[in-house]
């Protein structure tokens, strides 16, 4: 079954899409946490970050790349922002399919919330 990004990235579905070429699509989240949040996801259906292997390792440093260009033109990049890639359960991944959050726009404050590690 194709996720709901597989669909995005061929088109299938809407999204505003801020940025696509052929390794990666970028489109701003339909839930966003902050003003600024756009994933970026490879077109390849990997599921998770345990699935990567080492053919993707151009893909995903191209994948920051990406990132790294969207941030600067959200105007976002010097003030700073976050990454997040979340996997399986522990995780809080709900799409199966990678894909990086890339948030920003406000100051974020603790990186997690409600952890019993201190
Ligand atoms: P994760 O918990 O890391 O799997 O995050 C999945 C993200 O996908 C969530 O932030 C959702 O708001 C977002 N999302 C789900 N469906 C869509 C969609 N159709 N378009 C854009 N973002 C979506």
Redesign the pocket.
């Known amino acids: 079954m194709p996720t709901?990004?597989e669909?995005?990235i061929a088109g299938e579905?809407?999204?505003?899409i801020v940025h696509q070429d052929d390794r990666v699509t970028a489109?701003?989240?339909?839930?966003?946490?902050a003003p600024v949040?756009v994933?970026i996801v490879p077109n390849k259906p990997i599921p998770t970050v345990n699935d990567v292997g080492e053919e993707d390792e151009r893909m995903l440093g191209h994948l920051f790349i990406v990132a790294r260009d969207i941030a600067k033109k959200e105007g976002i990049a010097e003030n700073g922002f976050r990454l997040?890639?979340?996997c399986n359960k522990h995780?809080?991944?709900?799409?199966?399919?990678l894909?990086m959050?890339l948030v920003g726009g406000q100051a974020l404050g603790p990186m997690l919330s409600g952890g019993t590690h201190g």
């Open positions: 709901i990004f669909k995005i579905i809407p999204a505003t489109f701003r989240d339909i839930s966003p946490q949040h994933l997040i890639i979340n995780g809080g991944q709900v799409v199966y399919h894909h959050h």
